[in-house]
């Protein structure tokens, strides 16, 4: 049997498929240009890694957009521009701000546009690249933890550091020390107040007795100015007329003492002289009645009979 | 009855007394070196006074000391006329005045103004038996130069000497060669002295 397949038809069938699989391409991947869009610049701060062109731009969650190019300002070194391409419809007001946040676990990351209120103006832009409107960034979550990790971590080393600083053996010792000393204070403490407590009669007593006292003392000088009011006088004349014959007699002292008939030196050394033999003396009858009385312990009835009689020396025979 | 009591019991007492040894009286001996001192150097001006000399108990006293045994009793029938610390003082004073070393030598009681004191401290003044029968004097003597303005101490020696009891008659003897011996203290400290004070 013949073949009568066409290959011409087959050729054509081939073909269209393959349009038809491109068509379909184009479609799914959405490279069509269709629909108006408008373009802002996103200005950060912040790393972009994980942010790529096509990234999408999402608007309290609802994709509007995507990125469409990313360079750093020639004009600030530190600052990212990201310029995206949201839908024509899509409100973008002044106070919109824009967030870096990753997707998932992926390490992808988009850009979601926050803020916007309904009575904020919308955000100009124009269609020359020089003029687009630009969205001011604010740190993004992970931003702000990471940054808030890295304080609290650096925060944490010092607190360990300090840690380690106060409790040094030196320090732990001195503490075991304090502790100790504690526990002795407010044992001797608990002592103290149980001795208060047992003498707390006594010292109400006491405090009675010193209000007494005071009474008394009170009553004393009431007492006591009145005598000076009434005698006090007087006795202070006399004090002044002993205080003016102290002054002659000390006085006339002192003119003896300059004219050098009184020498307090000369009248010391002619009679402590004299004593300071006598003292040798007396020291010499201390010893001899010493030996007396001794030898009158072991044998008292030498006093009368003397039957205790020094031994001669070896050469005294 | 009391009158016959009373004339037994004065009886007894007399009969007491009848029975007593009678003692001699001891005799009184006095340390008498005989001294000649050289003099070393040249005279000073210095006012030098000879303190009491400071002595233990033992030897502050008239009896003559002996040692025997290891134990110090004194001499039964001889002792000194005055006690040895206070004669040695006495002595010191006079050897060392006569010396001309010093501008002048007091004692301690005179009244003179003085810038420099010896201190002596009499350690040993006693005869000392041997176990053959023989005996020797021991004397030991501390002396300290103090100069009393500032306190400090000059100089310190210890001086010793001693000396073989020859005559064996009694305390005469040890008497002899105690005075020996000072002879001997009192020359050493003289010359001592010179050298610590030139």
């Known amino acids: 049997m013949e073949n009568r397949l066409s290959y011409i038809l087959v050729g054509a069938f081939v073909f269209v498929l393959l349009i038809g699989g491109v068509f379909s391409i184009l479609w799914l991947g959405n490279y069509s240009d269709k629909g108006t869009y408008k373009f802002y610049k996103v200005a950060t701060k912040e790393s972009v890694s994980g942010l790529n062109e096509k990234a999408p731009v999402k608007l309290r969650g609802v994709q509007i957009g995507e990125v469409r190019s990313i360079t750093i300002n020639p004009k600030n070194a530190e600052e990212v521009l990201v310029t995206i391409r949201v839908q024509e419809d899509s409100p973008i007001k002044e106070d919109t701000y824009a967030v870096i946040e990753a997707q998932g676990i992926t390490g992808l990351s988009f850009i979601q546009l926050q803020g916007g209120t309904n009575n904020a103006k919308d955000l100009k832009t124009s269609g020359k690249t020089e003029e687009y409107g630009i969205i001011y960034s604010r740190p993004s979550t992970f931003s702000r933890l990471d940054k808030t990790i890295t304080s609290l971590s650096s925060k944490a080393e010092m607190i360990f550091e300090r840690a380690e600083t106060v409790m040094s053996e030196k320090n732990v010792k001195n503490l075991e020390l304090i502790i100790e000393n504690s526990a002795k204070i407010a044992e001797s403490t608990s002592k103290t107040m149980a001795n208060i407590e047992a003498h707390n009669k006594e010292i109400t007593q006491l405090l009675q007795e010193a209000a007494a006292a005071a009474k008394g003392i009170k009553e004393m000088s009431y007492s006591f100015s009145s005598a000076i009011d009434t005698t006090g006088v007087g006795t202070m004349n006399k004090v002044k007329e002993a205080a003016t014959s102290v002054t002659t007699v000390m006085g006339g002292l002192n003119q003896k003492l300059e004219k050098g008939s009184f020498d307090v030196d000369i009248v010391v050394k002619e009679n402590i002289m004299p004593l300071q033999k006598s003292l040798q003396e007396l020291q010499v009858l201390l010893n001899e009645t010493k030996d007396l009385v001794s030898n009158l312990k072991d044998s008292p009835s030498d006093l009368l009979f003397k039957e205790e009689t020094i031994k001669p020396a070896p050469n005294e025979r | ?198």
Not at chain 2, 46 to 59: E, F, I, M, Q, R
Not at chain 2, 121 to 137: C, H, I, K, M
């Open chain 2, 1 to 198: 009855m009391k009158q016959i009591t009373l004339a037994i019991f004065t009886l007894l007492l007399f009969c007491g007394c009848s029975i007593k040894e009678t003692s001699l009286k001891p005799y009184n001996y006095t340390l008498e070196p005989m001294l000649t001192l050289d003099h070393i150097g040249n005279p000073n001006q210095d006012v030098l006074k000879v303190a009491y000399v400071d002595s233990p108990s033992g030897l502050n006293s008239r009896a003559i000391l002996y040692k025997k045994d290891g134990a110090t009793q004194p001499y039964k029938y001889g002792t000194w006329s005055e006690t040895p610390p206070l004669k040695l003082q006495h002595l010191i004073t006079e050897a060392l005045m006569d010396q001309h070393h010093f501008g002048s030598v007091i004692s301690g009681t005179s009244m003179a103004a003085n810038n420099l004191v010896l201190e002596p401290v009499l350690q040993n003044f006693e005869e000392v038996f041997r176990e053959d029968g023989t005996s020797y004097v021991h004397i030991t003597l501390r002396v300290r130069m103090v100069e009393i303005k500032s306190g400090e101490v000059l100089g310190s020696t210890k001086l010793t000497s001693k000396k073989d009891v020859v005559n064996t008659n009694g305390a005469e003897g040890t008497v002899e060669a105690f005075n020996a011996a000072t002879a001997e203290i009192i020359k050493n400290l003289s010359v001592w002295i010179n050298e610590v004070r030139k």
